[in-house]
């Protein structure tokens, strides 16, 4: 069964320092992985998307790493803001690609303070 | 840009009502989405459109129906709520250029069922 299995649960980190979530899967095959940024009472915002053949991917202060050997994504976040605060989440196609079906996991919910 | 737009933002209903979830999107995408998002567990797929006049069934397709007549529109409907139904509901829009297409949220819809 794809399964999506993220952690921590929940991480808090003050301002100014740097993060790492991680995102283990079971999801087989897949054309890319998602990260998704959800402010409280907002809906999802899509922060990177990694095909299968790439490494890393960088958007601004969030780089986003990919083993397909080990099949672990993780989300670093440097110089964290108080803006960072929010749930980040790991998203795969369940269809091998389709766009029509995406697991989601549970989210780390990450509180940044000052 | 208003980008994806759902409404109401909120909406209490009483066991046995029936009710429809309105999302317009102005991104001109040929793909919909309806989500639910429940407490603890990642967001579910209810149901899918690929294009104006097209339905799909997602994960958890029990208890609503859609309809898609307008390429910007995607109607949610609930012809009789239940307690189980109270969740967020979200919907989302991506391009179909593509797999490696982001989708775009809407701030979501909460719904309560007494």
């Known amino acids: 069964k794809n399964q999506v299995e993220q952690s921590p649960q929940s991480l808090i980190i003050l301002e100014g320092k740097n993060c790492t979530l991680q995102?283990?899967?079971?999801?087989?095959?897949?054309?890319?992985l998602r990260w998704y940024k959800q402010d409280t009472g907002r809906g999802p915002v899509s922060l990177t998307i990694m095909t299968f053949s790439e490494n890393t991917k960088s958007n601004g202060r969030y780089t986003a790493t990919l083993d397909a050997d080990t099949k672990q994504s993780s989300l670093h976040i440097t110089a964290s803001q108080l803006s960072d605060s929010a749930s980040y989440i790991c998203?795969?196609?369940?269809?091998?690609?389709?766009?029509?079906?995406?697991?989601f996991g549970k989210g780390t919910k990450l509180s940044v303070k000052p | 840009n208003a980008g994806v737009t759902q409404t109401p933002k909120f909406r209490v209903l009483k066991t046995g009502q029936s009710m429809t979830l309105l999302c317009a999107q102005d991104m001109n995408h040929e793909y919909m989405y309806w989500y639910r998002q429940d407490p603890g567990m990642g967001l579910r797929l209810i149901h899918y459109s690929v294009g104006e006049g097209t339905t799909a069934k997602g994960e958890v397709p029990d208890g609503y129906n859609v309809s898609r007549l307008k390429k910007q529109n995607f109607l949610l409907g609930l012809e009789s709520a239940a307690p189980s139904q109270t969740s967020v509901y979200f919907c989302?829009?991506?391009?179909?250029?593509?797999?490696?297409?982001?989708?775009?949220f809407g701030d979501g819809t909460r719904l309560s069922i007494l």
């Open positions: 995102c283990n899967y079971t999801v087989s095959p897949f054309s890319n």
């Open positions: 989302a829009s991506s391009s179909s250029q593509g797999n490696n297409q982001p989708q775009h």
């Open positions: 998203v795969f196609p369940a269809e091998g690609g389709s766009q029509g079906n995406l697991i």
